[in-house]
C-alpha cells in the first residue's frame, strides 16, 4: 500500500513562510502524480498542488498560484511544498497524497489519491 509521512508544519505569522515536506515509502512515489491538499474545520478538503511522476508538470488551485511552490526529489522519495505569503485563511491541516493510476496528467481531486499521510498543521496568525 504504502505510507506517506508529511512534516513541516508550525505557527507562523501572516506573510511568513514554511515548507511541507511529504516522504514516501513502501512504493516508489516517483511513478505517480503526488498531490497536496488541506482541510479547515468545517470545511471540504481542498487541493492546493499536484506534481508529475518526473516533475516536469505542475499544478495549481487559484487560491494559492503564485504563492505556493510544489517540487519533488524523486532519489528520496520526498515532495515538498513551499509555502509564501500565507493568509490566516490557509490555516488548516496539510495533507500529501498519490495518484496511483497518474503520472503525468494530475488532477486537484481528492477522490484520485490514495493513499495518504497523516497531516501537519499550518496555523497562520494575523
Known amino acids: 500500500q504504502g505510507q506517506l509521512v508529511e512534516s513541516g508544519g508550525d505557527s507562523v505569522q501572516a506573510g511568513g513562510s514554511l515548507t511541507l515536506s511529504c516522504a514516501a515509502s513502501?512504493?516508489?512515489?516517483?511513478?505517480?502524480?503526488m498531490g497536496w491538499f488541506r482541510q479547515a474545520p468545517g470545511k471540504e478538503r481542498e487541493g492546493l498542488a499536484a506534481i508529475s511522476a518526473g516533475g516536469s508538470r505542475t499544478y495549481y488551485a487559484d487560491s494559492v498560484k503564485g504563492r505556493f511552490t510544489v517540487s519533488r526529489d524523486n532519489a528520496q522519495n520526498t515532495v515538498y511544498l513551499q509555502m509564501n505569503s500565507l493568509e490566516p485563511e490557509d490555516t488548516a491541516m496539510y495533507y500529501c497524497a498519490a495518484d496511483r493510476s497518474s503520472t503525468y496528467y494530475c488532477s486537484l481531486i481528492h477522490r484520485d489519491y490514495y493513499p495518504w499521510g497523516q497531516g501537519t498543521q499550518v496555523t497562520v496568525a494575523s
Open positions: 513502501g512504493f516508489s512515489a516517483s511513478s505517480n502524480c
